[in-house]
RNA sequence: CGGGGCGUAGCGCAGCCUGGUAGCGCGACGGUUUUGGGUACCGUAGGCCGGAGGUUCGAAUCCUCUCGCCCCGACCA
């Protein structure tokens, strides 16, 4: 993309209503638009950013082998009088009434109309297991809206269903949703530590909390230090099986680390005092394994091999795909501005041309511009007529993981620079190496998807 | 919902107490200048002072009501 011909508003003053930094970054990149308390326009980066993370959710799902669809926004008020939380859930739930004067709601969550359409066209265990999910827009009518994207009231969420004939099943696919999701989190350049935690009001008795460490975290996390030093790399799972989804739920949550809601001194106090740390984290995600909560007052049965019907054991998970560019700014900035790890980054590097008008840096750089399109990656060509400091502040602002500055100077030895915004360390290199580095830097990144399985 | 605060140019703000022709900085636009970290200068455009009612000869300013937004708290992906 040629920054002449973008839509990036960016600011140049704080705006006044921003108190964390990333609400006040993603408004001051021009990522997004407030229009009501707690409901937001994504402008063109936001909306880069923002389908860059869907992205690698839909992958990372799709490789566990859960199956995509999409369910409305707006849902018909009896299919939670059916499971009772029509009444239950209260004011956090947009109540919305027709021209015919039926009543609707704009989902806050989707179990009820999961379970619709799994009663309406299965019947047998043999097309279990299911796991089904969505990624759609969401709407709770939070008391209060703060914090941007983080605490927003419509936000993006990925909530994924599963169907179970038996209890172990449904845990194995709660265990299976457990690694998809450490997955997804590295993928994106986060440590989302699994927290045990507490049911809420979708209700469940086997639940983690994903949490990012971050200052400005709602929640307080203890934990046992060990547990940040798990990662979980490039390793291969088997989501079938049973025994290696299991084995990396008991390695990531064989420590210490609770939130505040489920946090139990007395447990704590016998992790060594060196390892105790007290923090605050933001939470991306949440898996649940509630059993027959839904399937049984909504009569989602299947009959099983031995003839009789069942209700099945069901489980939902959800990943908040729009809060997580506030955590991942939250994990990743300097006073300059935003700092993308390179999965999620909206562009994959920036051209700064220094001399716009100037022959030699104009074609140097739509030369370089050319072939990094041509390799398969995304660069934003600053090619506005403003001076080097204000494509700088631009670029360091927006967070581009890597720049290339084009230059007179450089260019009379065939020299560009390379930067990497997060160290701010520099290379003279030709035009051509530049290129190759970043392709090399890139090759990971661009080459996960699940096609490639 | 309780407590606190704010709505004046695209953004950030002053003016309000003590009523009398609506201002500053940044940004935008047109020039000149400059070209390796938000350059400098000249000029131009841009405002029903959130909305409604009232007091007054006269309201951004005083009074009443209302809408919106932000912050703290209880609640939450």
Known sequence: MRLSRYFLPVLKEDPKEAQIVSHRLMLRAGMIKQQAAGIYSWLPLGFKVLRRIEQIVHDEQQRAGHIPMLMPTLQPADLWRESGRYDDYGEEMLRIRDRQKRDLLYGPTNEEMITDIFRSHVNSYKDLPLTLYHIQWKFRDEIRPRFGVMRGREFLMKDGYTFDLTKEDALHAYNRHLVSYLRSYERMGLQAIPMRADGGPIGGDYTHEFLVLAETGESEVFYDSHITDLTFGDRQIDYDSVEECQAVLDEFTSRYARTDETH??????????ERRRTARGIEVGQIFYFGTKYSEPMGATVVGPDGQRVPVHMGSHGIGVSRLLGAIIEANHDDRGIIWPEGVTPF???????????????????????????????????????????KF?????????????????????????????????????????????????????????????
């Open 264 to 273: 139990d001194q007395a447990i704590f106090d016998q992790v060594p005092e």
């Open 348 to 390: 994959h590097v920036g051209i700064v041309n220094l001399k716009q008008g100037d022959n030699s840096t104009d074609s140097a750089c739509e030369a370089i511009y050319a072939e990094l399109q041509a390799r398969g990656l995304d660069p934003l060509y600053d090619d506005r007529d403003e001076r080097a400091g204000a």
């Open 393 to 453: 502040a631009s670029m360091d602002l927006i967070g581009l993981p890597w720049r290339i500055t084009v230059g007179p100077r450089g260019l009379a030895s065939n020299k560009v620079e390379l930067t990497n915004r997060r160290t701010g360390t520099s290379e003279e290199l030709s035009p051509k190496d530049a290129i190759a580095r970043l392709v090399q830097i890139y090759q990971p990144v661009l080459g996960l998807t699940v096609q490639d399985r």
